[in-house]
């Protein structure tokens, strides 16, 4: 696959994949998460590969989410809402090796998923993750909800998505949402310090760990798989319409209107 939409570089058996619209603060379209699921499979499944970092190009932005400018009901790529994110969630799950969010600005919606599925976060002081499904009509009712819950409790994850609002990566750090934040213009040393120390450890030792720590809650696959069934037939509503709406429109969404 020619890439548009992402970067893929490897270095001394790190894979790096970079979405690259930083135009579009990193969000993701159908093509870029089609892209993103060849790249994920090209690395996972090569043997001279040890350890994956996914992060966003630029410095704002990790990645923000679906991008709302190619959300008309529905997205413009393939699966149940037109944006195959449930499968590339899962495939960052069920490569055989560790993957890396390396999150150098915003972290935010579906980006904010994107990193909490990963195995290790690393970010920036410069960070700033959160949710705002709510507020533009959306949700993850998978990994980026039940999972999220496993990561930092049942009332954190419920802050998170009820308010839609927006952490430093030290409250992240407090909450057990990322492993380490440093000051900005060390994030990628390290990184590279983590995937070093990765790659001295035995690669079937880390596949089986991975496999184990994911046994524990694969059944939030089949829970997103319905979830995701009904928010295709809930952004079929004029409810979830209006928040895509007002989002263009730069304006307060009046969801209540259309609530039936």
Same mark, same amino acid.
């Given at each position: 696959?020619?890439?548009?939409?992402?970067?893929?570089?490897?270095?001394?058996?790190?894979?790096?994949?970079?979405?690259? /619209? =930083?135009?579009?603060? !990193? =969000?993701? @379209?159908?093509?870029?998460?089609?892209?993103?699921?060849?790249?994920? !499979? /090209? =690395?996972?499944?090569?043997?001279?590969?040890?350890?994956?970092?996914?992060?966003?190009?630029?410095?704002?932005?990790?990645?923000?989410?679906?991008?709302?400018?190619?959300?008309?009901?529905?997205?413009?790529? @393939?699966?149940?809402?037109?944006?195959?994110?449930?499968?590339?969630?899962?495939?960052?799950?069920?490569?055989?090796?560790?993957?890396?969010?390396?999150?150098?600005?915003?972290?935010?919606?579906?980006?904010?998923?994107?990193? +909490?599925?990963?195995?290790?976060?690393?970010? #920036?002081?410069?960070?700033?993750?959160?949710?705002?499904?709510?507020?533009?009509?959306?949700?993850?009712?998978?990994?980026?909800?039940?999972?999220?819950?496993?990561?930092?409790?049942?009332?954190?994850?419920?802050?998170?998505?009820?308010?839609?609002?927006?952490?430093?990566?030290?409250?992240?750090?407090?909450?057990?949402?990322?492993?380490?934040?440093?000051?900005?213009?060390?994030?990628?040393?390290? +990184?590279?310090?983590?995937?070093?120390?990765?790659?001295?450890?035995?690669?079937?030792?880390? #596949?089986?760990?991975? @496999?184990?720590? !994911?046994?524990? #809650?694969?059944?939030? =696959?089949?829970?997103?798989?319905?979830?995701?069934?009904?928010?295709?037939?809930?952004?079929?509503?004029?409810? #979830?319409?209006?928040?895509?709406?007002?989002?263009?429109?730069? @304006?307060?969404?009046?969801?209540?209107?259309?609530?039936?």
């Amino acid at each position: 696959m020619n890439y548009e939409d992402i970067l893929y570089d490897v270095k001394e058996g790190v894979a790096t994949i970079t979405i690259n /619209r =930083a135009e579009r603060y !990193n =969000a993701f @379209r159908g093509q870029t998460c089609m892209e993103l699921i060849d790249a994920f !499979n /090209r =690395a996972g499944w090569d043997k001279s590969i040890g350890v994956i970092v996914l992060t966003g190009a630029g410095d704002k932005a990790f990645c923000t989410g679906g991008d709302q400018g190619a959300h008309e009901g529905q997205y413009d790529g @393939r699966g149940l809402i037109g944006l195959p994110v449930e499968e590339l969630q899962g495939l960052i799950r069920e490569v055989p090796k560790p993957v890396i969010a390396r999150v150098n600005g915003f972290a935010i919606g579906g980006g904010h998923v994107l990193h +909490v599925v990963c195995d290790l976060t690393i970010a #920036s002081d410069k960070a700033i993750f959160g949710q705002v499904g709510p507020k533009v009509g959306s949700v993850d009712p998978g990994f980026g909800t039940a999972y999220l819950a496993r990561v930092v409790g049942e009332k954190r994850a419920r802050e998170i998505w009820y308010l839609c609002r927006k952490y430093t990566a030290q409250q992240a750090l407090e909450w057990g949402l990322v492993n380490a934040v440093v000051p900005h213009e060390q994030l990628d040393a390290e +990184v590279q310090k983590w995937c070093d120390e990765i790659m001295g450890m035995s690669p079937t030792a880390l #596949s089986i760990a991975k @496999r184990s720590f !994911n046994a524990d #809650s694969e059944n939030i =696959a089949g829970i997103g798989g319905l979830g995701m069934q009904a928010l295709s037939l809930y952004y079929d509503t004029e409810e #979830s319409k209006e928040g895509v709406a007002a989002f263009k429109e730069k @304006r307060k969404p009046e969801f209540r209107k259309f609530y039936k």
